[in-house]
């Protein structure tokens, strides 16, 4: 058992691995949680995960809810403040790129229909636009942004929402196979790969079992690209003993401390935080699959942005999400067939 997290979010700062959506994510100084200016209804879908297990295993960790008043403002070393979103609450997530030495990240825009009943006319013309020039038309997803670690330059190449845009259904494949690096070589791509695809099958799978509506719900990939660190990481999944595939099937009250009363402060623990009134944030003991604060990960991928995501029971599964899960598994599919 690893000893609980110690999260200063008092000292928060501009999130360092975001590769799509609006700006106002932040971290904690030590990368271990992001905290998400957040709307009513992506609240509400988070703290609904208690009663939905295993949809919960496929989305990031959540750790409770953070009210931003108004001398909650929270000020990088630079002086720049950060509440550009307008919302008065956050919530405090697993961050997924956690623990990687250089995570090449991928944020890929699921559905065709890109918007809720909530949504303006204007809105919904905007969003439909986009989608009918780009492959979430044609493929119910689009890669919305990534980011990729190159060895020889010893930097990061950032691909912003214009270049997913670039792509339709027969060139779309040349987005994904860019993002699995080819400096790791071919035997760590196929691993790469290989476990990408198993965490799209358990979104898959998530997705339908419950019926749920997620318009522009993103799929965020997450591996590790610095060679060293991929072989160890393989190395240690090797010698780890094996897990069951769903540790949230465990008694309920470890669920529980999963995914709501691990945020302790002062020894309490709370569900609800004045930010600003607390110092520092204690993260329970940790009993999850793939996010053991110590272990090393070759990949991890969740799904994200519940901004627009509401439980439909009786509407049957969310085929404008699923269609877009598949085809991203069979582009990765085919990928790994080609190597
Ligand atoms: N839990 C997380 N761990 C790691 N990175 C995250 C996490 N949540 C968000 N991110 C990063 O931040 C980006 C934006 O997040 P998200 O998609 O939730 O917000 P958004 O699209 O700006 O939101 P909204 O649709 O609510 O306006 C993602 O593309 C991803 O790079
Ligand atoms: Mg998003």
């Known amino acids: 058992m690893s000893a609980p997290l110690a999260i200063n979010i008092s000292a928060a700062v501009s999130f360092d691995n975001k ?16 905290i998400k200016p957040a709307a009513e209804l992506e609240i509400e879908f988070y703290e609904s995960l208690i009663l939905h297990r295993s949809f919960a295993s496929v989305a990031p960790k959540f750790y409770g809810v953070l009210e931003l008043n108004e ?25 997924v790129a956690a623990g990687f030495v250089k995570p090449s990240v991928i944020d890929v825009k699921l559905g065709r229909q890109l918007w809720d009943e909530q949504a303006s006319i204007e809105k919904r013309k905007r969003l439909d636009d986009v989608a009918a020039k780009t492959t979430s038309g044609s493929l119910c997803m689009r890669i919305a942004g990534m980011k990729t670690w ?22 779309v494949k040349e987005g994904i196979d860019t993002f699995i690096v080819k400096a790791l070589g071919t035997d760590r791509r196929k691993e790469v790969i290989r476990r ?52 949230y099937d465990e008694s309920e009250e ?8 691990t945020v302790e ?34 990949c991890r991928v969740k799904l994200i942005d519940f901004a627009h995501a509401t439980w439909t029971p009786g509407e049957g599964i969310d085929t404008n999400a699923l269609e877009g899960v598949y085809n991203l598994r069979r582009l990765f599919d085919e990928l790994l067939s080609a190597l």
């Not at 001398?71 to 405090?92: F, K, L, Y």
């Open 254 to 261: 470890e669920f529980e401390e999963m995914v709501s009363e």
């Open 196 to 247: 990408i695809i198993t965490g799209i099958s358990r979104i898959a799978e998530a997705l339908e079992k419950e019926e749920s509506r997620m318009y522009s719900a993103s799929i965020l990939a997450v591996y590790e690209s610095d060679p060293i660190a991929i072989d160890e990481a393989l190395k240690e999944e090797r010698e780890r003993p094996k897990r069951s595939h769903d540790d």
């Open 265 to 298: 402060i002062n020894g309490q623990i709370v569900e609800q935080v004045s930010m600003f009134s607390a110092g520092d944030i204690v993260v329970g003991e940790d009993e999850d699959e793939d996010e053991d604060a110590d272990e090393k990960s070759v």
């Open 71 to 95: 001398q909650s403002a929270i000020t990088e070393a630079s002086g720049e403040v950060h509440r550009t979103t307008g919302a008065d609450r956050a919530i405090v997530l697993e961050n």
């Open 19 to 34: 590769v799509a959506g609006h700006d106002g994510v932040l971290q904690d100084p030590s990368g271990a949680v992001v």
């Open 150 to 171: 190159d060895q020889d330059k010893e930097d990061y190449v950032v691909y912003d929402k214009y270049y997913g845009r670039s792509f339709d259904i027969k060139t």
